[in-house]
T-cell receptor
Framework: AQSVTQLGSHVSVSEGALVLLRCNYS??????LFWYVQYPNQGLQLLLK??????LVKGINGFEAEFKKSETSFHLTKPSAHMSDAAEYFC????????????FGAGTRLAVHP | DSGVTQTPKHLITATGQRVTLRCSPR?????VYWYQQSLDQGLQFLIQ???????AKGNILERFSAQQFPDLHSELNLSSLELGDSALYFC????????????FGSGTRLTVV
């Protein structure tokens, strides 16, 4: 079965610092992987996705993620944090019977301090 | 605006009652997914419909049911409500399968008192 594990339920960085949010996946087939962001009182918004093309994926708002098969990882990074990046971030893998749904990790809450 | 519309945004109801949550998918999307988000369980997949047919079922209680209508909107019915059903309920849609991700609505916050 497919699953994702997000390491660290809370991450705190200073404004301008590197953001690194960790996600490891488990999948018996080549995975399709996703990062979503959820701002307070809003739905989830797709940041970026990996669908077996380039291993370095660029998304919106300056985020990117690198697919590393050898490490079964899909970590999310941003070179310089902005106050507006404070939100909850979810990693997800396509899975389930028929691979027709997304399975989400527990989420990582990112705090950005001035 | 994501294009996925959920109503109502907030709902407060008493234990034992029944409520209906509504979702209109993004134009052109045939699949609708329902998720429950709570502090202790995270994002839990409930059920998926594709063009009116149930395609996948997750951790959905027997007290809960859903359907997708010919115009592709979907409804999630929650009955015999318990305090523990208080959560955010999200609807998402996609053109077909989940290969390229979903578009989420802004959710319905259900509070059972």
């Amino acid at each position: 079965a497919q699953s994702v594990t997000q390491l660290g339920s809370h991450v705190s960085v200073s404004e301008g610092a590197l953001v690194l949010l960790r996600c490891n996946y488990s999948s018996s087939v080549p995975p399709y992987l996703f990062w979503y962001v959820q701002y307070p009182n809003q739905g989830l918004q797709l940041l970026l996705k990996y669908t077996s093309a380039a291993t370095l994926v660029k998304g919106i708002n300056g985020f990117e993620a690198e697919f590393k098969k050898s490490e079964t990882s899909f970590h999310l990074t941003k070179p310089s944090a902005h106050m507006s990046d404070a939100a909850e971030y979810f990693c997800a893998v396509r899975g389930g019977g028929g691979y027709n749904k997304l399975i989400f990790g527990a989420g990582t809450r990112l705090a950005v301090h001035p | 605006d994501s294009g996925v519309t959920q109503t109502p945004k907030h709902l407060i109801t008493a234990t034992g009652q029944r409520v209906t949550l509504r979702c209109s998918p993004r134009s052109g999307d045939l699949s609708v997914y329902w998720y429950q988000q709570s502090l202790d369980q995270g994002l839990q997949f409930l059920i998926q419909y594709y063009n009116g047919e149930e395609r996948a079922k997750g951790n959905i209680l027997e007290r809960f049911s859903a359907q997708q209508f010919p115009d592709l909107h979907s409804e999630l019915n929650l009955s015999s409500l318990e305090l523990g059903d208080s959560a955010l309920y999200f609807c998402a849609s996609s053109q077909g399968q989940a290969d390229y991700g979903y578009t989420f609505g802004s959710g319905t916050r259900l509070t059972v008192v």
